[in-house]
């Protein structure tokens, strides 16, 4: 089995904003309290680009420049995979209004950010990426289907890897209907080597069907189960606490992920 | 890269149900696409449409419906393909048979009804089932389902490139270990956002697309299901030899006019294929029939592999599929080696003089060995399949 290294980890969520104060709430040292914080613009987009990003854009960025944040690894050199299950869901609300005017018409800023992979094609423009990139989705299972592919491009592409997993609340009237809850974003910097600094080791397998880990903290239990890229907390509570140990996720197609984290 | 054999593979598209339709309309140069029907885009254009969706779904894949998924449906009960899954699923087992499907816009036709029978307050109606429709994961979920698979899974949506790029992700898979054989697609159908979002960026044919001509004004949008079922197993017949994935880094919905990220995938390609630029055949092309990007994968083309190589694209008969693009020309490619004729870049009068790649006029008779298939997508990304035959 392959073993990664965790390079760096990027966290944006509701009273988690930010890895650093995410770490804190996750090692218990601040108590967990969620509230609205506007998700900061993109640091890496041109003036321009940055003031028409959208949520999801911006969620995707935050963390992605969170996980860079500390490491001399250069973001024009890495693989990227974004997971997300849902993408742009307030892009979906405004082009499905605007077909039911009189006369329909589709933006085409709108248009061309409804791809699921817009937060992935900012990125290459904005840091000059252009290596491989995939960007998918496997409903709640996206962030444990990206830690898949991750996986495999580094095996195969020989490349260290930025995953970035981000869902955001869908507008009325798809709330509701789309059951994701709080806008969240998650990254991980994998790399094939151990490098100073890394956080952790990690070894990902698929495994028969078992319980997937929660937290134990009532209200980010509730984050985890509602928002899909959260299900990616009970691992950042162990990169928080430095300790090693096993979490379950729950894989597409009915197996678990289970993922060995080990320590230095 | 050790070749990855391509044991069992179907398509369906406007041109018909099955490869057997799509072997007759290529031989006989007979296109699917045909006018749209009036209301259903914001200006005359052509569209490849799959005229029968009326297909039954069983009790249990009821929840799923919509037109995604009945054209799923549709792909997966032709050429046997049911069958062939059903052997390898009792020969790796349920759960070492991965599933990678793309798609660019999913069930959102049906999300488009919803929201046109929204109640007084505004409220979608009931019979709207976002997880299993609008979810860009549905059409997996669906297939998954219909095809009693359990093992790894997952929707790449990359634009026109998605249902390449699922080669890639199932090579991968298979090389981590995570599975032992591998269902491949795509799937995506004709809807309002992508009529009325390629008409909003001045990319929609104002008649059929002529790809590579001289007056070439935009796409043919059309709707594709294509599957294939892919097994690391010696044997005889067709395997993907290589892909290449890269980035433009260079514009959302514009290609970089110089070819710089469609040559670095095309080169991946050949390099894992362990191939030299002299041992391709013929070139598929992505081909959509836009000015902009029919001469900048031209310029790639002609940089990477010179200008004699036999080339078209063959949106000509099916229309732009988007994100089943990469599939259904996928299926094309392993056609023209089977059947041992290039097709034509249909619908095309003049070759644009601005153009240098060798655009097939004609069809061609011909033994062919190796093919590399391109496509491209909004967001820069770029993804070549290398197929061969031995």
């Avoid at chain 1, 613009?41 to 949520?55: C, F, G, V």
């Avoid at chain 1, 699921?116 to 900012?122: F, I, K, L, R």
């Avoid at chain 2, 339709?21 to 052509?46: K, Y």
Wanted: charged share 15%; aromatic share 6%; proline share 6%.
């Amino acid at each position: 089995m392959t073993t990664l290294f965790v390079a760096g980890v990027g966290c944006w969520a509701p009273g988690l904003e930010g890895w650093a104060t995410a770490r804190a709430v996750l090692r218990g040292q601040t108590p967990y309290a969620s509230r609205a914080v506007a998700v900061p613009a993109p640091e890496r987009l041109p003036a321009n680009e940055r003031r028409r990003a959208t949520i999801s854009v911006r969620l995707a960025f935050r963390v992605a420049e969170d996980a860079l944040a500390g490491t001399d690894l250069a973001a024009d050199a890495l693989a990227t995979v974004f997971a997300s299950s849902d993408g742009d869901t307030p892009i979906v609300d405004r082009v499905c209004r605007a077909l039911c005017d009189r006369l329909p018409s589709v933006s085409p800023t709108d248009f061309h950010n409804s791809v699921h992979n817009a937060a992935a094609g900012y990125w290459s423009i904005a840091t000059g990426a252009r290596g491989p990139s995939v960007s998918l989705s496997s409903g709640d299972s996206s962030f444990a289907s990206g830690l898949l592919e991750a996986m495999g491009i580094a095996i195969v592409e020989d490349r260290d890897c930025l995953l970035v997993a981000f869902d955001v609340s869908p507008p009325p009237p798809l709330r509701g209907p789309c059951r994701i809850g709080e806008p969240a974003a998650v990254s991980l910097l994998l790399t094939q080597r151990r490098r100073p600094g890394s956080l952790a080791s990690l070894r990902i397998s698929m495994v028969s069907p078992e319980l997937e880990t929660p937290m134990r903290d009532a209200a980010l239990e509730t984050l985890r189960r509602t928002t899909p890229p959260a299900r990616a907390l009970p691992l950042l509570a162990m990169l928080a606490c430095e300790a090693a140990g096993s979490v379950r996720l729950q894989g597409a197609g009915g197996r678990t992920v289970a993922l060995e984290i080990g320590t230095f | 890269m050790k070749p990855l054999r391509v044991s069992h593979y179907t398509l369906t598209t406007a041109v018909g149900a099955g490869i057997g339709a799509h072997a007759a309309a290529l031989q006989s140069q007979t296109t699917g696409l045909r006018p749209c029907p009036a209301g259903h885009a914001p200006s005359p254009t052509w569209t490849g449409q799959v005229d029968d969706l009326s297909i039954p779904l069983t009790a249990e894949l009821a929840p799923f419906d919509c037109r995604n998924n009945r054209l799923a449906e549709l792909g997966l009960q032709q050429d046997g393909f049911i069958v062939a899954v059903e052997r390898a699923r009792a020969q790796y087992g349920a759960d070492r048979v991965g599933l990678f499907l793309g798609t660019s816009t999913s069930g959102i036709q049906q999300t488009e009804a919803a929201y046109a029978a929204r109640d007084a307050s505004g409220a979608l109606p009931s019979w709207f089932d976002f997880d299993r429709t609008q979810n860009l994961y549905s059409c997996a979920a669906f297939v998954g389902l219909r095809l009693r698979l359990e093992g790894i899974s997952h929707v790449t949506s990359t634009a026109c490139a998605s249902s390449a790029k699922v080669f890639a992700s199932a090579y991968r898979a298979l090389q981590a270990g995570l599975c032992d054989a591998a269902v491949v697609g795509g799937v995506d159908s004709l809807c309002r956002t992508t009529l009325y979002g390629f008409a909003s960026l001045q990319l929609l044919s104002s008649g059929i697309c002529r790809p590579g001509d001289a007056r070439r004004d935009g796409i043919s949008i059309g709707e594709a299901a294509g599957f294939a079922l892919l097994e690391t197993t010696p044997g005889a017949g067709v395997a993907l030899l290589g892909y290449g994935e890269s980035g433009d880094a260079h514009h959302m919905s514009t290609p970089d006019p110089s070819g710089r990220g469609a040559i670095a995938a095309m080169a991946a390609a050949l390099e894992r294929a362990g191939l030299q630029p002299a041992d391709i055949d013929y070139v598929n092309l992505h081909g959509t029939g836009t000015p902009a990007n029919d001469l900048a994968e031209d310029t790639a083309v002609a940089t990477l592999l010179g200008t004699q190589v036999p080339c078209s694209s063959t949106k000509g008969w099916t229309g732009h599929t988007l994100g089943a693009a990469g599939i259904v020309e996928a299926a094309i490619s392993l056609l023209a080696m089977q059947g041992g004729v290039l097709p034509r870049s249909l619908n095309t009068r003049v070759v644009d003089p601005a153009l240098r790649c060798a655009v097939l006029m004609d069809n061609r008779a011909a033994a062919v060995r190796t093919v590399l298939s391109n496509s491209f997508g909004f967001g820069g990304t770029n993804c070549s399949l290398i197929f061969g035959m031995r």
